[in-house]
């Protein structure tokens, strides 16, 4: 970790001092070290362009504890950090969010659990929630009237059936049915079979894929006969394995259109010679809307009403902004899994928030 800054060099970098919280040793070593390099891309392609950057970004490391969040967001702080971008796990988050707060310097984490966000505190993480909002009004505008849910009985399963729950009246549709499993798998044959009993639509599966590839065609088996509903997921699905499965073919999901992210993967690889994780475009995003913050035509403007400035930012997952609460919102592509290739785009991404669907 940086020693903790005198005053006079505090009084150089004051206003542009950025700290990057990620655990860059521990078991998840590997992964910070991964979305440190993106992040330190996102700057140095900030300072080839004409207006260059003297924002400076500072990492520290978390260990990917709570503990060492929290000491890692004091260091940060008491080193002049006016923004704080990270850490990444949830529980790690809460630890960090504190001091942030305390010393009244917004935090923009890259976990995906809504329920660590608040005013000050965003989450950038690609949230279920949205996505499913997404899939669900697409779906409704397409006449597809009734609706029922099928997910796993875990955080990221309940949120993306209260996503559902909440999105479908709005978008015209009928809630038929909830059904939660275990995700443990010990339970989930009887439960597809007793929501496939009643014929719908569409089916709601907030799920990883390697479970929606035995929940579907379990759920095909049991469908009533002469019915075929079509599944819908979120951004997770974007897999190989997905595109494999009979019963998953025709399934629409949710995601952030992938040109801008291809490139970024493509570019990431040829300079360290190995691909990055998935999560690695959030820390490049995030340093690309520091920097951002820092040319302000004021000076450095880190604020909370600057971070969740309307208009948004786009970054290489695409469009997003930051409401006040902390919340993320994303312009995401409506794709269909088609037997044995890429999901393909069947309804684009909007350029901008005023038409994008609620």
């Known amino acids: 970790m940086p020693e903790s800054a005198g005053p006079e060099r505090r009084a150089a970098t004051s206003g542009n001092r950025v700290a990057l919280l990620l655990p860059l040793s521990g078991q998840h070593a590997a992964l910070g070290s991964a979305m440190l390099e993106a992040a330190q891309m996102a700057v140095l392609d900030a300072g080839r362009s004409p207006r260059g950057s003297d924002m400076t970004l500072v990492p520290v490391d978390t260990g990917g504890t709570a503990e060492g969040a929290e000491a890692a967001a004091r260091t940060a702080l008491d080193d002049g950090a006016s923004l704080i971008l990270g850490p990444l796990f949830s529980h790690a988050v809460a630890a960090a969010a504190g001091p942030a707060q305390e010393r009244g310097v917004a935090l923009i984490a890259f976990t995906n659990d809504a329920g660590a966000a608040r005013e000050g505190v965003f989450v950038m993480g690609l949230l279920p929630g949205s996505q499913v909002r997404r899939v669900v009004a697409e779906a409704g505008a397409g006449g597809g009237k009734r609706f029922s849910v099928l997910a796993p009985a875990s955080a990221y399963g309940q949120r993306g059936a209260q996503a559902a729950e909440d999105a479908i009246p709005l978008a015209g549709g009928q809630l038929v049915a909830v059904e939660y499993y275990d995700p443990g798998g ?33 759920y095909a088996y049991y469908e009533t006969r002469g019915a075929r509903a079509k599944f819908l997921g979120t951004q997770l699905w974007d897999d190989p394995t997905m595109w494999r499965e009979p019963a998953l073919y025709g399934a629409w999901f949710a995601a952030p259109p992938a040109q801008a992210r291809t490139a970024f993967m493509e570019r990431f690889a040829a300079l360290h010679g190995r691909p990055p ?16 913050l820092s040319r302000r035509p004021g000076g450095p403007d880190f604020s909370v009403e600057a971070i969740a400035q309307p208009n948004g930012f786009t970054g290489v997952e695409g469009l997003f902004r930051f409401r006040r609460d902390g919340l993320s919102e994303r312009a995401m592509d409506i794709l269909e899994i088609r037997r044995g290739q890429p999901p393909t785009v069947i309804r684009p991404a909007p350029t901008s928030f005023d038409d994008r669907p609620s």
């Open 186 to 218: 010990a339970d989930s044959q009887e439960t597809a079979r007793r929501l496939a009993r009643q014929p719908v639509d569409f089916v709601v599966l907030p799920e990883a894929p390697q479970r929606a590839v035995t929940l579907a065609p379990l």
């Open 277 to 292: 994780p998935r999560i690695a475009a959030l820390p490049y995003d995030a340093a690309a809307l520091a920097v951002a």
